[in-house]
């Protein structure tokens, strides 16, 4: 629209061009400028991936110094020994006491920690100072002292410590940038650590190489089930959800929490593998040589409502099945908590309510009447917000039209700022799922499993983290 | 001994059974109902509070609890065994042992039947997995390996219980004839009006050939539908082939060795070491060591398919489940349920007492660990590596554990002391055999 | 029962009573009855009694089990043919294990009442006196409607005791 109006108006070097002809011919200057080489296709595209045109320069390379930092953040400079003070913004305030329930229970999403503030170190630093993940680290700066428990991070500067910017423990320590001595003090503190860190080479959260083609290792066979296929006479609700828009910010998941009623556990319950979060971003950080080379990755992991699911044959009552529309449906008021649905979920998407929930006054003012409260005992797992597909099909009848696509957004597509979720009709031949998941870089999550799931991942291009 | 001298003395050893208790068996009691009582407020407090009370987490919504049932249907196997199958294979040695057998399978299967109740979410609509008509035209889900369960341990309960029932009725007649007030009304309970005329024996004889026909093919059935639980699914580690014939192995070697474990106790005690000999528990013990086999056979097969098919889920699970968190567990199964048995390839440790006692208490520890072995290590570990954890027994857990083998040993206990545990019809026919044979080859 | 006259035999050994009832059978009473703790095999040949009909009881008590097991699974799947893992409404695979085991307690159940029936049934047809001993250490058999000839033999095959009943 814009470059419409600028043509209209006859600005110069827009006419007629559309964007990414605009773009091309913006860095094909640049790169003249700089002197890079971008003959290549291959170049090409991956300065449009990475936004960035890299050329060579004559002049000696000098690199940063971290020690430069402080001064470039405006504060004083620091003292040569011990480790650098960092502090970090992040998405929630887990370590902010006075944060509101959602901010300190959806866990950091690379730490993974909640309810608690913390210290990062890299692991070799760790290793030199002799602790390790949960043990109390003490942190001696001229201004104070404060005891912070250790969270192990890859990614970090081997010279750095890095603490959380809402953590009160830093007014202790004094302004950032300060020199820091970090020591063991023998305790351990149980931190609320949720997720293990790694992939362990399952290729869960898919990278593709820019240009190149998914690699399909394990074959979707078609008719690889014996599973009747279903009849959607309707609609079929699908999700796509783009690996390469996602930044991890967790607002996804804050979103399903006001949504759905998600009561907020606590820390104990986040020790113990019990929060109920129905959305969640899986993280893997994997250390390589360098801190630099640490691979991070970060999955959305919910509920796959798969046309195959195994949670449903399972469960002795029918409280779960398969609706017309494609959802996996959780009937709250038959389920008598076996549990089995949830082992047999091989993406662990199903939240068992081990107790009931407690909304504090007046938190449960806020609870949305469209969503029950669940009770003790009950399964409970992602929806799809059926509650607004409802809504939406309600309107639309009442308009006496068809659902639209568009029409339906649940509350994590809602909120994704990236706008890395897609949800609409697969049966919808104009619908921008549709597009989505036929796009060259979509797969289905453990496809192997043929569970034949209703979400495509779009694999995130380019090997850098 | 004229064959109405041994009769006699037959009936006076079971009589001698059901004197008044001693201190004994009443301190026993008394512990087994504090048990009870323990467990009962465990669930107490799950039923009032919720699942908290226990370790489980997610992604491991099976442990301590799940274990135990899977355990005590194993249990129960045993008298099924030793009365049913043993009788068809027309097996002499069983007529001494498979009353009190029997009634383990009865009482252990009446704890087991409290497990699918006591584990779920909200226990007091249990009832919504039977199959009655209700105004919301709703159905159970037949394709449930939980719902085979339910029928499974009910057919189970059934047909064990008549089966013991009928076994019962000649026997606690003779009992019957020879006491007064309310232990002979007890008796005639069982009894059912048993007079021991022909005409009952034919129908009677009849009827225990098809009981025993029956309850073989359940021996096999039940706990192939409890390793369905695990097998149907798609958990790596859970999802395997194998699991039928394996569970029931198992379930045979866990049953014989309980029944072998409360044996050697209880013929010291109750004065029957005449009619529960050495012998008897030398070939009792010959079951042990085959189905050990059996079931080493079967973790080899599953170890070896596992790491022989490549980098896989499963491949993973079963190294986590030998090196992983709960490694000892791992060890102590395989030391308890492989290697202790091959001890039982010696006779003299086949005839001795304190040998089979200790090998058959360990070959019980070690079944219960491996079921949680199964149950825990492949809900840690599965397909998501984000999602793995470690899960920790709480109190609850232990509590309720500890109040089921309250619960077995308190009916145990009362059945001991109030119906005979040894077989009395069975043991004055091969008293009148043994009496013929000897006549025969002494003339 | 409905009580009638005749001779009582107790005998100690189970052959002797064998012995006697082939005996007794022979001359012509073939009408007897017979007591005992224990099925003896000798005594229960030597009684050439008719099969029982419990097996006929016990299989149409399977068969109805099995039936029923049909009719229940496959009767509310379709009731509520709800979809459930892709899975077929009728899942006949999975609803065999619930047949099987329906088929194993009715027909369980009807073995145990058939006997109890049997047992019932057997004791009112046929009288037999009452002896505490015959459920302990002495074998009974009585001859309904004899008279004094069948003292002889029934001592001749090494009776304890005989006596009358009136």
Not at chain 1, 206 to 217: A, C, D, T, Y
Not at chain 2, 280 to 297: A, E, F, G, K, N
């Amino acid at each position: 629209m814009l470059l419409d109006l600028a043509a209209a108006l006859s600005l110069p070097g827009i006419a007629d061009r559309d964007f990414h002809e605009l773009s091309k011919a913006r860095w094909q200057a640049a790169a003249k400028a700089l002197g890079a080489q971008l003959e290549t296709p291959q170049a090409q595209r991956d300065v449009q991936a990475r936004g960035v045109v890299v050329g060579k320069t004559d002049a000696a390379a000098r690199p940063l110094r971290l020690e430069s930092l402080p001064l470039l953040l405006g504060a004083p400079p620091p003292a040569s020994e011990g480790l650098q003070l960092v502090a970090f913004a992040t998405t929630l305030a887990n370590a902010d006491p006075d944060a509101p329930g959602w901010l300190r229970e959806v866990p950091d999403a690379l730490s993974g920690v909640s309810w608690s503030s913390w210290a990062e170190l890299s692991p070799a630093t760790a290793q030199r100072l002799g602790v390790k993940a949960g043990d109390l680290l003490m942190l001696r700066t001229g201004d104070g002292t404060a005891e912070l428990p250790l969270a192990i991070n890859p990614a970090l500067h081997e010279d750095a410590v890095a603490v959380p910017r809402d953590a009160p423990e830093l007014r202790m320590l004094g302004a950032l940038g300060r020199s820091v001595r970090a020591e063991r003090t023998g305790k351990t503190f149980a931190l609320p650590l949720t997720g293990h860190a790694s992939q362990e080479g399952r290729d869960l959260a898919r990278v593709i190489s820019s240009g190149g083609e998914l690699k399909r290792e394990h074959g979707h066979e078609e008719g690889g089930t014996l599973a009747s296929p279903h009849e959607h006479p309707k609609h079929r609700w699908s999700m796509s959800i783009d690996l390469d828009k996602c930044t991890g910010c967790q607002a996804c998941v804050v979103a399903c929490y006001a949504e759905n009623n998600l009561p907020v556990m606590g820390a104990q319950a986040a020790r113990e593998g019990r929060l109920m979060a129905w959305l969640r971003i899986q993280r893997s950080v994997e250390p390589g040589p360098t801190p630099e080379a640490t691979r991070i990755a970060v999955l959305p992991s919910l509920c796959q409502h798969c046309d195959a699911a195994p949670c449903e044959p399972v469960c002795p009552v029918y409280a779960t099945y398969h609706t017309p529309e494609g959802l996996n449906a959780q009937v709250y008021n038959r389920c008598i908590g076996t549990r089995y649905c949830a082992n047999n979920c091989p993406y662990d998407a199903r939240v068992f309510n081990w107790k009931d929930p407690v909304f504090v006054e007046p938190l449960q003012m806020q609870l949305n009447p469209d969503v029950s409260v669940r009770s003790k005992g009950v399964m409970e797992k992602c929806t799809f917000c059926v509650q607004r597909i409802r809504y939406a099909e309600g309107a639309a009848r009442d308009e006496g039209r068809e659902v639209r696509d568009g029409d339906v957004t649940p509350a994590c597509v809602q909120t994704c700022p990236a706008q890395a979720l897609v949800f609409g009709d697969a049966k919808d031949p104009h619908a921008r799922v549709v597009a989505q998941q036929q796009d060259g870089r979509a797969y289905r999550l453990l496809e192997e499993v043929n569970t034949l799931p209703a979400i495509a991942y779009l694999a995130r291009r380019g090997g850098q983290p | 001994m004229t064959v109405a001298e041994r009769m006699r003395s037959i009936d006076q050893t079971a009589e001698d059974t059901q004197r008044a208790p001693g201190r004994g068996w009443a301190a026993l009691l008394l512990l087994a109902a504090v048990c009870v009582a323990i467990g009962a407020y465990s669930w107490s407090l799950m039923i009032r509070f919720g699942m908290q009370y226990t370790g489980l987490n997610r992604p491991v919504g099976w442990g301590v609890l799940i274990t135990d049932f899977v355990f005590w249907v194993g249990i129960a196997h045993s008298g099924t065994l030793i009365s049913a199958v043993l009788f068809l294979f027309r097996a002499r040695f069983r007529t001494a042992v498979y009353r009190a057998a029997e009634a383990m399978t009865v009482f252990g299967v009446m704890t087991a039947g409290l497990f699918p109740i006591i584990h779920l979410g909200r226990p007091w609509y249990a009832f919504w997995i039977l199959p009655y008509p209700n105004q919301r035209h709703l159905q159970i889900n037949f394709r449930s390996p939980l719902v085979w369960d339910a029928f499974a341990i009910s057919t189970y309960f059934c047909v064990s219980a008549m089966f013991l029932l009928a076994g019962l009725m000649p026997d606690a007649a003779a009992l019957r004839d020879g006491s007064h007030g309310l232990r002979r009304r007890f008796y005639a309970l069982f009894a059912m009006g048993w007079r021991g005329t022909a005409e009952e024996w034919r129908h009677h004889g009849r009827a225990y050939l098809y009981f025993a026909a029956f309850a073989t093919p359940l021996v096999i059935s039940v706990h192939s539908v409890v390793s369905w639980d695990f097998a149907v699914s798609i958990v790596p580690g859970w999802h395997s082939t194998l699991f039928p014939p394996y569970f029931v192995a198992g379930a045979i070697l866990s049953g014989v060795a309980m029944v072998i474990t409360l044996l050697i106790p209880i013929r010291r005690a109750m004065n029957l070491e005449g009619i529960i000999t050495k012998p008897h528990l030398d070939m009792l013990s010959r079951l042990v060591l085959l189905t050990s086999l059996i079931v080493s056979y079967s973790y080899s097969t599953e170890f070896l398919l596992a790491l022989r098919g490549g980098a896989s889920p499963e491949r993973e699970t079963l190294l986590y489940r030998a090196t992983g968190a709960f490694w000892p567990f791992f060890w102590m199964m395989v030391l308890g349920n492989c290697i202790g048995p091959l001890f039982l390839f010696f006779r003299r440790v086949r005839t001795s007492l304190f040998g089979l006692f200790s090998i058959c208490a360990l070959v019980n520890v070690g079944m219960w660990l491996e079921r949680f072995n199964i149950v825990v290590s492949s809900l840690e570990h599965n397909r998501i590596p984000f999602d793995w954890s470690t899960y920790h027994p709480r109190l609850a857990e232990i509590g309720i554990t500890i109040g089921s083998f309250g619960w077995f040993f308190f009916w145990f206990l009362l059945f001991l002391k109030l119906l005979p545990s040894v077989s009395i019809a069975e043991l004055k026919e091969e008293g009148a055999h043994d009496h013929h044979h000897e006549a025969a080859h002494a003339a | 029962m409905r009580h009638e006259p005749g001779m009582l035999a107790i005998f100690a050994d189970p052959s002797a009573a064998a012995r006697a009832v082939r005996a007794a059978r022979e001359a012509g009473h073939l009408d007897l009855r017979a007591a005992m703790p224990a099925p003896f095999p000798e005594v229960m040949e030597a009684m050439a009694q008719k099969r029982s009909i419990i097996g006929a009881v016990t299989l149409c008590g399977a068969l109805t089990g099995m039936g029923l097991g049909l009719w229940l699974t496959i009767g509310t799947s379709l009731a509520l043919p709800i979809s459930v893992g892709g899975k077929p409404v009728v899942s006949l695979p999975a609803f065999l294990v619930i047949v099987f085991e329906m088929t194993v307690l009715v027909g369980g159940l009807s073995n145990f009442i058939g006997m109890l029936v049997g047992a019932w049934h057997g004791r009112r047809k046929s009288f037999m006196p009452r002896d505490p001993r015959f459920l302990r250490d002495r074998i009974g058999v009585f001859l309904p409607g004899a008279a004094d000839p069948a003292r002889e033999l029934l001592r001749a095959a090494g009776a304890e005791e005989v006596r009358d009943v009136a």
